[in-house]
T-cell receptor, first 114, second 110 residues
Framework: DGGITQSPKYLFRKEGQNVTLSCEQN?????MYWYRQDPGQGLRLIYY???????QKGDIAEGYSVSREKKESFPLTVTSAQKNPTAFYLC?????????????FGPGTRLTVT | GEDVEQSLFLSVREGDSSVINCTYT??????LYWYKQEPGAGLQLLTY?????DMKQDQRLTVLLNKKDKHLSLRIADTQTGDSAIYFC??????????FGKGTKLSVKP
């Protein structure tokens, strides 16, 4: 089955620790995205990548880092510099370009930092 | 850049129609989208409309687009309890990303 997976579903970390969220897709999509969702805030773009070995900052990139070494994978690292990391994180992928291309979303990872 | 606004809550009775409204600022987005999010899950594309269309119907869903007022709406006919979810409208950003509204939480009462 083609799709996009995120793991783990729930993640707990202590303040001051870096943590990496996994995102994998087997849809052969060039473009991948990371969004953060907070209650009442909608989705905000953290980073995106239109092609392997290239990525761009979104609206709230501070305290986050990404890599895109393989087409299938776009891991997100939440660093200790992120002031308020507790949130629901969503990864998405799509065909690159500006057509109607649908963004497919993973099931999300809920990160809690205490 | 694009800004998308939605009301946060809507409550309807089962069997009634639901209308979720959205306004946007950037009229250059070629497509406008409606996504649905069920509790604790990712988003799924419900429908989209091309910017040169006024209306699109897909089974129980009707999308209306008023370009002059930059207003988009989603009508769900015969709303069911399974339609309870958060609904997001979205426009396309300049880099291919989606710009979402804050989402409208639809509650359907039996």
């Amino acid at each position: 089955d083609g799709g996009i997976t995120q793991s783990p579903k729930y993640l707990f970390r202590k303040e001051g620790q870096n943590v990496t969220l996994s995102c994998e897709q087997n849809l052969n999509h060039d473009a991948m995205y990371w969004y953060r969702q907070d209650p009442g805030q909608g989705l905000r773009l953290i980073y995106y990548s239109q092609i392997v070995n290239d990525f761009q900052k979104g609206d709230i990139a501070e305290g986050y880092s990404v890599s895109r070494e393989k087409k299938e994978s776009f891991p997100l690292t939440v660093t200790s510099a992120q002031k308020n990391p507790t949130a629901f994180y969503l990864c998405a992928s799509s065909i690159a370009g500006t057509g109607v291309y649908e963004q497919y979303f993973g099931p999300g990872t809920r990160l809690t930092v205490t | 850049g694009e800004d998308v606004e939605q009301s946060l809550f809507l409550s309807v009775r089962e069997g009634d129609s639901s209308v979720i409204n959205c306004t946007y600022t950037d009229s250059s987005s070629t497509y406008l989208y409606w996504y649905k999010q069920e509790p604790g899950a990712g988003l799924q594309l419900l429908t989209y409309i091309f910017s040169n269309m006024d209306m699109k119907q897909d089974q129980r869903l009707t999308v209306l687009l008023n370009k002059k007022d930059k207003h988009l709406s989603l009508r769900i006919a015969d709303t069911q309890t399974g339609d309870s979810a958060i609904y997001f409208c979205a426009g396309r950003g300049s880099q291919g990303n989606l710009i979402f509204g804050k989402g409208t939480k639809l509650s359907v009462k039996p």
